[in-house]
């Protein structure tokens, strides 16, 4: 069977989420073979977690010459494992890196790419969900590797163990893709929360909350689930960008969303519209949001939320 190459997405050696769901999605398509890019001592405790996730193979790339450097050292990683391998399909995490990545390599190997999708089938068609959602199309790469990105939470990570044989690979890094240096890079403070666009449970706040996200946290809190908020709350400066849904923010496609005090304009909708299950709690019932959800409470969000995180509590 041939092997389906996963780029591992990962900080300090910790394996994130996403790339389990790319492995479950490899299984479909042939072998899964990780390729994991980091220090040689994060390599054996990483390849232990994807084999538990189905990983046969982990091609482990010692990163001193990729470390410090901006994206372009680890497409050509990754050239020289597919040369090697000769996969049947390369599979990558679709955040901006890894579509970066993958734009690279695909002129590298002259192979054809497909952004951005939602599921893939065992023939290697994929499903992407495009015009903020308005249109499902399904594609297949006709020439060359198929390349792949996929966006978090388009499939179930699925425990079953594989080999995990882990294989040094050697790679050597032309200086032309070590033409640009890191010269900072400072982590943003954690909030102890999921990353949002690869949480499997969103909550989100609007202008409804009147800029008050007590009731918005607690409940994501209760969830264990990522906050996000629309533009209005973001352009009020009660929230920073980067947890901004939507058209100009992220996209996520999260098992459950909830929108509170966001009325479902067209440009939210485009960040979240493609969650496998919505929740909106608004005071309007002709809020738009209404049209889409598969749950709507009529009722004040800083009421309805604290007896819903009550409420999971109790359950816990
Ligand atoms: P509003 O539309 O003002 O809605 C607030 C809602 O809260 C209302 O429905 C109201 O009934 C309800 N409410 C009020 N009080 C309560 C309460 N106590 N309890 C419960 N409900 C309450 N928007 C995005 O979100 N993301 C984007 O990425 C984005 N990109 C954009 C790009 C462009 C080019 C443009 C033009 C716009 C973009 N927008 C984006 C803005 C978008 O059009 C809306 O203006 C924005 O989404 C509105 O945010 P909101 O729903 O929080 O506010």
């Excluded at 990545?101 to 939602?118: C, E, H, M, N, Q």
């Amino acid at each position: 069977m041939s092997e389906v190459l996963v780029l591992v997405d990962h900080v300090d050696g910790a394996v994130k989420k996403p790339t389990y769901e790319l492995l479950a999605i490899a299984k479909r398509l042939g072998s899964p073979s990780a390729v994991f890019i980091g220090g040689a001592d994060k390599a054996a405790g990483a390849a232990a977690d994807l084999a538990k996730f189905g990983a046969e193979k982990v091609y482990a790339i010692d990163d001193a010459e990729v470390k410090g450097f901006l994206v372009a050292p680890k497409a050509e990683a990754l050239q020289q494992v597919a040369q090697a391998a000769s996969p049947a399909a390369i599979l990558i995490v679709s955040t901006a890196e890894g579509k970066e990545i993958a734009g690279r390599l695909a002129i590298k190997l002259g192979s054809g790419l497909i952004t951005d999708a939602v599921d893939v089938d065992a023939d290697g068609t994929t499903t992407q969900s495009v015009f903020a959602g308005s249109y499902t199309v399904k594609a297949k790469v006709t020439t060359g590797t198929p390349i792949i990105t996929v966006k978090p939470n388009s499939a179930a990570a699925e425990e079953g163990a594989g080999a995990g044989a882990v294989e040094q690979f050697a790679v050597t890094i032309s200086d032309a893709a070590k033409a640009a240096r890191i010269v900072a890079s400072n982590p943003r403070a954690a909030s102890g929360r999921p990353e949002l666009s690869e949480a499997a449970i969103v909550v989100s706040g609007g202008r409804g909350t009147g800029g008050d996200f007590t009731a918005v946290e607690g409940l994501a809190d209760a969830l264990g689930a990522a906050v996000g908020a629309s533009r209005a709350a973001v352009d009020s400066g009660w929230k920073p960008h980067n947890l901004q849904i939507g058209q100009t923010g992220k996209v996520v496609s999260p098992q459950l969303y909830v929108a509170a005090g966001i009325s479902g304009a067209i440009q939210h909708r485009a960040g979240m519209q493609t969650s496998k299950t919505i929740i909106a709690v608004n005071k309007d019932e002709e809020a738009p949001i209404f049209e889409l959800v598969d749950f709507g409470v009529v009722g004040d969000l800083h009421s309805v939320l604290p007896a819903v995180t009550a409420e999971v509590e109790k359950r816990k």
